[in-house]
């Protein structure tokens, strides 16, 4: 894994106060997040739950540097967030695999675009394959794939630059519940032992707690934090073993008292503009 520049006791992430607004077209603002201070280890994986469109995601564009901050600061391996971060891998729901290249070139990307000589990069790329589990699909087209075999291509094309800093914005939100399940243990067992920084938000509170070392738990709009929970479960784990667990349904209760009115202010936002 590639090593970060972190200070010794400081966070791979950290924000302070941290809120962005956006401008709107009367001429006004809008406030997606706002007031967000959280810690975030290298080694640690926090998921961070909310209602719908609470700003979410918006966290993510402040830690990735693709927004800045309209007031307040986000801090990277101890160092002001004024661009993209070094180290930063990204996956978004909507995968960026290229539909014209193959899954071994498409793997092969990243490496290539940092320089590195393009017979190193693809025998880099095809142990990548190899780890998730698509030996074999290296001259299969995107279209050729199923959606499941799409996101370990995406999980391959992020992991194989050894990000310190690893942000997923609902990589498996559109997949059916088997294979999410599996994705997900093959996320947690790439991951593990890595030092790799990890935000993953969700809008799935089993997804969260399977995964996540802490919680965090968002506002209805404009999103600050409203809880952080300790997820005591051991690891390693395995997703659909451990959501059956006494343990795992304690802590869902307790994530889901707190999310439960930041959802349901949502909806009652949503239904008076309808009336």
């Known amino acids: 894994m590639t090593q970060n520049t972190t200070t010794a006791g400081s966070p791979a992430i950290a924000l302070r106060d941290a809120t962005k607004r956006f401008p709107t077209k009367d001429g006004g603002t809008f406030t997606a997040i706002r007031d967000v201070t959280l810690d975030i280890a290298a080694g640690e994986f926090v998921a961070v739950v909310g209602p719908t469109g609470c700003g979410k995601s918006t966290t993510l564009s402040l830690v990735s540097g ?33 539909p014209w290249k193959n ?78 399940e599996l994705m997900q243990d093959e996320l947690l067992e790439l991951w593990s032992g890595t030092g790799a920084a990890v935000v993953f938000v969700t809008h799935d509170l089993t997804e969260a707690i399977s995964l996540a070392d ?21 690891r390693p784990r395995r997703v659909e073993e451990i959501r ?18 930041e959802v349901e202010i949502t909806r009652a936002r949503g239904a008076s503009r309808v009336a």
């Open 66 to 98: 693709l927004e800045p901050a309209s007031r307040g600061t986000v801090r990277v391996h101890d160092a002001p967030v004024t661009g993209i971060p070094d180290g930063v891998g990204y996956m978004f729901q909507a995968d960026a695999v290229l």
């Open 103 to 180: 899954v071994l070139d498409n793997v092969a990307l990243g490496p290539r675009y940092r320089g590195m000589p393009k017979r190193d990069a693809e025998a880099k790329a095809r142990d990548w394959i190899e780890r998730v589990g698509l030996t074999g699909f290296e001259d299969r087209y995107p279209h050729q794939l199923s959606g499941g075999m799409r996101k370990r291509v995406a999980m391959a094309q992020t992991l194989i630059t050894e990000p310190s800093l690893l942000l997923l914005d609902e990589p498996f939100g559109a997949l059916d519940v088997q294979t999410r």
């Open 214 to 234: 802490r919680v965090v738990v968002m506002t209805a709009g404009p999103a600050t934090i409203k809880d952080v929970v300790d997820i005591d479960l051991p």
């Open 244 to 261: 059956l667990t006494p343990e795992f349904i304690e802590i869902y209760k307790r994530v889901w008292d707190s999310l439960r009115e």
